[in-house]
């Protein structure tokens, strides 16, 4: 990675606590020789615990909310003021590295904890959350932890089960949780000042241009599908070519054309898994089905993709005596960031670098719990570059220098957050 700017010492120390506190969290694991954690494990509380004492050791006072994300306040200049929220998550994915979601919960207390001497300085709470199941690894649903603060947790979540048949409810009472109660962790607008989320960029670009920081723009929209291409099963030695109706065959070239399609559109489209029947070596493919998960900055964007890409696989399908079946899976809307929050950060980002050049710009292809607390309040996430882009996986790598570059700009951003208030009167 290109060097950063000069960073005082006592930023990079807090920076070294931080770091230290990822490699702590790292050792909390269902894996034995890697990093998994998911929503109401026992890995879940052991790291729930300690976090607590960390909120508690920064001056905040703590809960566990009724969906079971950690909660830390700090009281601004009175008591009962609406809250700007900074967090992250403390959920992986399997095999996971250890500073997605973690990187920007344990940022979020350590600026927590330098503002906790001037807290009467400031005119709103300070609420530090650190959100569960952003993955959506157990369940399958994603962005639980935010979505109930959001207040948009619904009963259809419920009956969803993990690769052991628990279903979320009978997992909830497990953990201690009452699901009647799930609807308090939700907040109302006007206890609400906006939410800020620092994170890893998961993405080459900072690092291209050289660069610690970044500002995110909007966090992309996802449609995912489940694509099925029918066709016949027969002998592979005793059909010929003519005669054949490969399943596989049409899928590859579906498969080719998505990436195809994606690029020329600057759209992120990824066939993630890909699956055969019957799957014998001396048989043609009968059946093929794969995914599809496809991003972009705009929902427009997105879905006129998706409009040629299913012309596309259409045609393919047709040209070859096959049946296409589609069933979208998820959808989620693009989420754009709100100016006033993305300038207090950009100004954060150039308080923290010493420099007066306009901070890089971004939009993130991947998702984050400020795409569930947007339904709630105004966002903005400042990145922090990644090394090779690298994320959900061992190799995730990030600068102590950088950590501690975003430390500062992240504490500046709520500074200049506090200014733009007080001058709104």
């Given at each position: ?40 494990s026992p ?9 607590e ?9 703590t809960?566990q ?6 909660v ?24 996971a590295?250890?500073?997605d979601?973690?990187l ?8 927590a ?7 009467s ?17 157990r369940?399958?649903?994603t962005?639980?932890g935010?979505?109930a603060?959001a ?6 979540l ?10 979320l ?21 006007d206890e ?6 620092a ?12 660069l ?14 489940g ?12 059909t ?24 020329e559109?600057?759209?992120v489209?990824?066939?993630?898994r ?14 093929a ?8 900055e705009?929902d ?13 696989l ?13 069933n ?23 308080e923290?670098?010493g420099?007066t ?20 309040c ?8 990644c ?17 501690a ?6 504490e500046?951003a ?12």
């Amino acid at each position: 990675m290109s060097p950063t700017p000069t960073v005082p010492d006592a930023s990079l120390a807090d920076a070294r606590r931080v770091m230290e506190r990822c490699d702590e969290l790292a050792t909390y694991s269902a894996m034995p020789d890697g990093i998994e954690r998911v929503y109401l494990s026992p890995e879940h509380a052991r790291v729930d615990a300690v976090a607590e004492g960390w909120m508690r050791e920064a001056g905040l006072e703590t809960w566990q909310d009724a969906a079971g994300s950690r909660v830390g306040r700090l009281d601004g200049a009175t008591p009962g003021l609406p809250a700007l929220i900074l967090g992250s998550h403390l959920d992986t994915v399997p095999d996971a590295g250890r500073y997605d979601g973690i990187l920007g919960v344990l940022t979020s207390i350590e600026v927590a904890r330098r503002l906790a001497p001037r807290a009467s300085e400031l005119p709103f709470a300070i609420e530090v959350y650190a959100f569960h199941e952003e993955e959506g690894v157990r369940f399958g649903a994603t962005l639980l932890g935010s979505r109930a603060l959001a207040g948009t947790w619904t009963d259809d979540l419920w009956p969803l089960e993990d690769a052991h048949g628990v279903t979320l409810e009978q997992a909830f009472r497990d953990f201690g949780l009452d699901p009647a109660r799930v609807g308090e962790a939700a907040k109302a607008a006007d206890e609400v000042v906006g939410y800020l989320e620092a994170h890893i960029e998961q993405g080459p670009y900072l690092e291209a241009a050289g660069l610690p920081l970044g500002v995110v723009t909007s966090i992309a929209g996802a449609r995912r599908f489940g694509i099925t291409v029918t066709g016949e099963a027969r002998h592979a030695g005793g059909t010929p070519y003519p005669r054949r109706k490969d399943a596989l065959v049409g899928a590859s070239e579906a498969v080719v054309a998505i990436e195809r399609i994606g690029k020329e559109r600057d759209v992120v489209a990824t066939v993630g898994r890909l699956t055969v029947q019957p799957g014998a070596v001396n048989v043609v493919p009968g059946q093929a089905e794969f995914s599809l998960d496809l991003r972009a900055e705009t929902d427009a964007a997105r879905d006129s993709a998706w409009t040629e890409i299913e012309a596309a696989l259409t045609e393919i399908c047709e040209r070859r005596g096959l049946t296409l079946t589609v069933n979208q899976l998820h959808g989620a809307h693009s989420v754009a960031c709100a100016p006033a929050l993305m300038d207090a950060v950009a100004a954060g980002i150039q308080e923290a670098t010493g420099t007066t050049d306009t901070p890089m710009a971004m939009w993130s292809r991947a998702g984050h719990d400020a795409m569930a607390v947007a339904d709630l309040c105004d966002i903005a996430m400042l990145f922090t570059r990644c090394h090779d882009g690298i994320s959900h996986a061992p190799d995730e790598s990030v600068l102590t220098e950088d950590v501690a570059l975003a430390i500062d700009a992240f504490e500046d951003a709520v500074w200049a957050v506090a200014r733009e208030r007080r001058s709104d009167g």
